[in-house]
């Protein structure tokens, strides 16, 4: 599992990542979406763009991880569940 953690307004947020599902924790919530429910994913050099809709994502920034190795790793691992999971729909 690969997770993160990055301050936002309102408190801090974790992120982890299994092969079966993303995990987004904030204000003491955590929701937990499965890879086959994730549309697309765009990855820029500062975030992540986790789409669940056309228009709305879940934003991961690359200041959410202690090092450049940690955050490669986190988008590499996204990618690579995300199209296992999309496979797997076909």
Known sequence: MQSGVYEKAGGSHFVH???DTLRV???EVEEA???HTIREIV????????F???SCSIVVPRHAFSSEGE?????QL???Y?????????
């Open 25 to 27: 924790t904030a204000h």
């Open 78 to 80: 996204a990618k690579e």
């Open 82 to 90: 995300h199209g296992s999971a999309q496979r797997a729909e076909v």
């Open 33 to 35: 979406r499965p890879w």
């Open 17 to 19: 990542i299994s092969p």
């Open 43 to 50: 990855i820029t050099d500062g975030y992540a763009y986790l």
């Open 71 to 75: 955050w490669q790793m986190f988008t």
């Open 52 to 54: 669940v809709t056309p």
